[in-house]
Each structure stands twice: as structure tokens, then as C-alpha cells.
């Protein structure tokens, strides 16, 4: 039943990439997080509760990495929690089970756009607009993987963290240089 690992993208409805550096229809990209997230609890028989569900939601609202009192302050406003333990636990929950990571860097925490295939956490962080994406690519798992065990190395969790800016806020350097911020890129050919 479970996903074949291949390149098998055609029968299971796979969450296809969290393109979290373009435009892309985001409502329905937080709908098949919370999807795959009820999947994945249903089949490893893991209690999604309101607080685990609502934080992860909160998590999926936007392709940044929220710190953990952010989240706290927002299930405060719901009622659904004021005490930190409320959300820690949460939100060890969602990291255990793949359905968050942690971004050390930022010391916070990001939705898995794919958490039911096991894969080496590996974030694009872009500096200027804190939008965090992950890499999708599992030749870069097993690059690692061989390379551990090349030395030996037996891997426990693998997590990279890759800092620097996405091409929108690139762009918009770019435009601020020359005109207003959206303007069409009429710049000079070389
Ligand atoms: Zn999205
Ligand atoms: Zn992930
Ligand atoms: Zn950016």
C-alpha cells in the first residue's frame, strides 16, 4: 500500500514537491499537508489531536519555519493551549513522525511537504524573505548515505541546512535597482 519510492507519481496522489519558492496554489498545497498528515497517522494508528492537527496547520500556512512560542501565541488566541508544554509537545509529536522538521538555524520548525517518504531533511533558507524550502532530490540522500558508510558511519537523522536567497527576492533586488518593484524586466541585453 505504501508509495513504491520509484518515480511512481501517477496513481498515489503525491503532495509533488512543495514548490515553496513559486507562485502555486498554496490553499490546496496546506490541504494535501493536512491530508497526507491524516494518512500517514491513520495508517501507523497515531492520534492526530485537535492541538498536534491545528499546529501543523499553522505550520502549513506558510513556507517559513515559525518558532515554537509564535505557534504557542497563536493556539493561545484560539484557546486551544497557553502553556509552552502544550506546544513542545505538539510539536515533538510532528517532528518524530516526520510531519515537521527543525530548522536548527532558526532555531523553529517547518511543515514536511512529504512526510509519509522517508527522506534526508535538507532546507534551502532564503535570508531576505524567511521562506525555507526542501530539497527534493533523493540523489542527494543517497550521496549521503553512501558517503557515511563509505566511512563506516552509521546515519541517524540526516539534516542540512543551506542559507542564501531565492530567486523572487533576487528579482526583486534586482527591480529595486532599476524601478519599481514590478516592473517589467526590460533590463539592457548584455
Ligand atoms: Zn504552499
Ligand atoms: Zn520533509
Ligand atoms: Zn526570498
Known sequence: MST???TADSTVESTAATP???RHDHARCT???MAAAER??????LRLTPVRA???????EAHQAMGAYDILDRLREEGLGSQPPVVYRALEFLTKHGLAHRI?????YLACGRPEERHAACF????DCGTVGEVEDSTLDAAIVNAAGAQDFQISETVVEVAGRCHTCRDEATAGKTGPRN??????AP
Open 4 to 6: 513504491p519510492g520509484n
Open 20 to 22: 515553496a519558492f513559486d
Open 31 to 33: 490541504h494535501a499537508g
Open 40 to 45: 500517514l497517522c491513520a495508517a501507523r494508528k
Open 54 to 60: 491545528r499546529v501543523l496547520e499553522i505550520l502549513l
Open 104 to 108: 536548527e538555524k532558526l532555531n523553529a
Open 124 to 127: 534551502l533558507i532564503c535570508e
Open 183 to 188: 516592473a517589467a524586466p526590460e533590463k539592457a
